[in-house]
């Protein structure tokens, strides 16, 4: 629980030692969470939870939560227990407009239709390994197709890897962009209102 604290709340709200520890695990599997919504919607073709679906009422909302959010937190530990779950509830949605607004985003690039997949990455198969069969054929000479399949499926190999690599830090690179926005926002409405007028907030 300390530690779902320190990730929904923040080093500047949080009493425990989330900031003190590595993440770089917990944001590979955020992005693979994300992929995971990702991949459900566009290989099931139906909607899952409303992931994805984002509208101004939504954006509105993430503004207002973003900019109340040392409001919200800053005398979290001072809180009842139920006024705590509602804290912690509260950040469970801003998370999950998050993760639909990168949703929205990502899966958008899929734009080749699930039933289409196999005869789309056959094609770009052959397509990929004739290119570079013909680009050895004058150097390589009986070798060119033997040189050319091996530098194609390198390439393809590569592709596939940076597109995986890509799909999992992009959903991770955002989320991290907003707590870093999130925490140089609260930090100023600490020092400049909260640590004037509502002395010891913790």
């Given at each position: 629980?300390?530690?779902?604290?320190g990730?929904?709340?923040g080093?500047?709200?949080s009493?425990?030692?989330?900031e003190?520890r590595?993440?770089?695990?917990?944001?590979?599997?955020y992005?693979?969470?994300?992929?995971?919504?990702?991949?459900y919607i566009?290989?099931?073709e139906?909607?899952l939870l409303?992931?994805?679906?984002?509208?101004?009422?939504?954006?509105?909302?993430?503004?207002l939560?973003?900019?109340a959010?040392?409001?919200?937190?800053?005398r979290?530990y001072?809180?009842?227990?139920?006024?705590?779950?509602?804290i912690i509830?509260?950040?469970?949605?801003?998370?999950?407009?998050?993760?639909?607004?990168?949703?929205s985003l990502?899966?958008?690039?899929?734009?080749?239709?699930?039933?289409?997949?196999?005869d789309?990455?056959?094609?770009?198969?052959?397509?990929t390994?004739?290119?570079?069969?013909?680009?050895?054929?004058?150097?390589?000479g009986?070798?060119?197709?033997?040189?050319?399949?091996l530098?194609?499926?390198?390439?393809v190999?590569g592709?596939?890897?940076?597109?995986a690599?890509?799909?999992?830090?992009i959903?991770?690179?955002?989320?991290?962009?907003?707590?870093?926005?999130?925490?140089?926002?609260?930090?100023?409405?600490n020092?400049?209102?909260?640590?004037?007028?509502?002395p010891q907030?913790?």
């Amino acid at each position: 629980m300390d530690y779902l604290e320190g990730l929904l709340l923040g080093r500047l709200w949080s009493d425990t030692d989330y900031e003190n520890r590595k993440h770089f695990g917990l944001f590979i599997l955020y992005g693979l969470f994300v992929d995971a919504i990702i991949l459900y919607i566009y290989i099931l073709e139906r909607g899952l939870l409303g992931f994805g679906t984002i509208g101004p009422i939504h954006i509105a909302v993430f503004v207002l939560l973003f900019l109340a959010n040392p409001l919200i937190c800053f005398r979290y530990y001072r809180m009842p227990w139920w006024g705590k779950i509602m804290i912690i509830l509260v950040k469970i949605f801003k998370s999950y407009l998050i993760i639909s607004y990168t949703v929205s985003l990502l899966l958008p690039r899929l734009s080749v239709r699930v039933d289409d997949l196999q005869d789309y990455l056959i094609s770009y198969l052959n397509l990929t390994l004739e290119k570079y069969t013909e680009k050895f054929a004058a150097t390589a000479g009986s070798f060119s197709t033997v040189v050319g399949v091996l530098a194609g499926g390198v390439h393809v190999v590569g592709t596939v890897l940076l597109f995986a690599l890509a799909f999992i830090l992009i959903p991770s690179l955002i989320f991290l962009a907003v707590k870093l926005v999130q925490l140089a926002w609260d930090w100023v409405v600490n020092m400049l209102i909260i640590k004037r007028f509502f002395p010891q907030r913790k």
